[in-house]
């Protein structure tokens, strides 16, 4: 898809979301880090895309401020699915609670290569009650090495005790301006003729989510 195809991979490449990107660079410049991260907001605002460029910033070893470097080695091994530290769970689809167990026991373990250990999970609003007490514990003393980063899009159903603990992002949806540039240079990167009117109505209909955009433009 053209969204997997075209994925950003560093923060300037984020769509739409300008000052949140820039506080995250800052923060991994500057080497201010929080153990847990909530990225919330609708689906297809760029919280995923987000939660993976953390991540791989974390670990960039370039000496340069605009982390991830995207050529070391850090960044190699985790584009090429091969990081030992950098781990992707989608709660949905696992039993929530034999998972974080599981999670939790990697986290007290050290990183292999990289600066930090890294857990993305999505969707974490799926977890079961017993899978949040058991994040909980382990955030009572969170591991000096291990860095969260929860995507939610619907911080309703966390429970209290979990949202509090975070450092938060809302991801709002993209405005039509910014989808349409990138549905435009998406087109022009795959060759693609399309009316402007076309891509407005495309970014209209998508409600402010530049996946449902790009999906669009992807079946055209």
């Known amino acids: 898809s053209l969204s997997q195809k075209y994925r950003p991979k560093t923060f300037r490449d984020i769509v739409g979301q300008n000052m949140l990107v820039q506080a995250l660079g800052n923060a991994v410049t500057r080497g201010r880090i929080a153990p847990v991260y909530l990225f919330h907001g609708p689906r297809g605002t760029g919280k ?19 982390r991830p470097c995207g050529v070391c080695r850090e960044c ?8 030992g530290d950098v781990k992707e769970v989608d709660v949905a689809s696992h039993d929530s609670t034999s998972l974080m167990k599981k999670l939790l026991m990697d986290a007290v373990v050290g990183p292999s290569s990289g600066r930090y250990k890294v857990f993305i999970i999505d969707e974490c609003h799926t977890l079961t009650a017993e899978g949040w007490n058991v994040f909980l514990k382990c955030l009572e003393e969170p591991p000096e090495h291990a860095v969260f980063i929860l995507t939610t899009t619907d911080t309703e159903q966390l429970p209290h005790p979990a949202s509090t603990r975070c450092q938060k992002f809302h991801f709002p949806k993209i405005k039509d301006s910014d989808v349409v540039s990138r549905l435009q240079a998406l087109a022009a990167k795959e060759s693609l003729e399309v009316e402007k009117d076309a891509l407005d109505l495309i970014a209209a209909r998508s409600g402010g989510s530049l996946r449902d955009a790009e999906t669009t433009l992807d079946q055209l």
């Open 48 to 66: 995923t895309s987000a939660a993976k460029i953390l991540a791989a910033a974390l670990n960039c070893v370039s000496v340069e401020d605009t």
């Open 76 to 83: 190699l091994l985790l584009c090429l699915g091969k990081s």
